[in-house]
């Protein structure tokens, strides 16, 4: 069984040190979906929402997000990333938007907490410049898609749904 790293041999919590760990190419993606009425999928694809442009708003909060992760997660390292993409899928059969992000770094640690921080903050701001409209939306499926670069290799997720693009 793995070993919980941010924890000592006394189980209190600890920064994990990454002082010898190799500087590599990492990246990681994301993804997470925000399923609302179909009244409100069409005001957000029209940009007929009051607040502004949502997607555009939200892309920007994602980005934002995935630079300030170490603001947010305790024991994230703060780390100079090389690149945001945030990414939308809107799906108008099922009133749905997917969020997808890519981040990548050049450094001794991994970007899958930026990616999911950016997601979930993504999701986070379409449901606030739309809540006046609907708040009955649902976010749901964050999750790491995949990871490459660092000592542990890649990783796919495996558990993705057929159908759904790795």
Do not use: W
Not at 62 to 87: C, E, F, Y
Not at 118 to 124: D, F, G, K, P
Not at 139 to 150: A, P, Q, V, Y
Request: glycine residues 6%; positive net charge; proline residues 3%.
């Amino acid at each position: 069984m793995a070993q919980l790293t941010h924890f000592d041999d006394e189980g209190r919590s600890k920064m994990v040190d990454i002082t010898e760990k190799a500087v590599t190419r990492r990246e990681a993606i994301a993804s997470g979906t925000i399923t609302m009425k179909p009244e409100t999928f069409q005001m957000i694809v029209r940009r007929e929402i009051k607040k502004g442009d949502v997607l555009e708003v939200a892309k920007i909060a994602g980005i934002m997000a995935a630079k300030k992760t170490s603001d947010l997660i305790p024991m994230s390292h703060p780390i100079n990333i090389t690149t945001v993409d945030i990414r939308f899928n809107p799906n108008q059969a099922d009133s749905n938007i997917g969020i997808e992000s890519k981040v990548r770094v050049v450094s001794n640690t991994g970007v899958e907490m930026e990616a999911l921080v950016a997601v979930s903050v993504t999701a986070l701001t379409i449901y606030d410049m739309c809540k006046s409209t609907d708040r009955e939306m649902v976010i749901s499926d964050i999750k790491l898609l995949k990871k490459s670069g660092g000592k542990s290799g890649d990783y796919i997720n495996r558990k993705i749904p057929k159908g759904e693009k790795e």
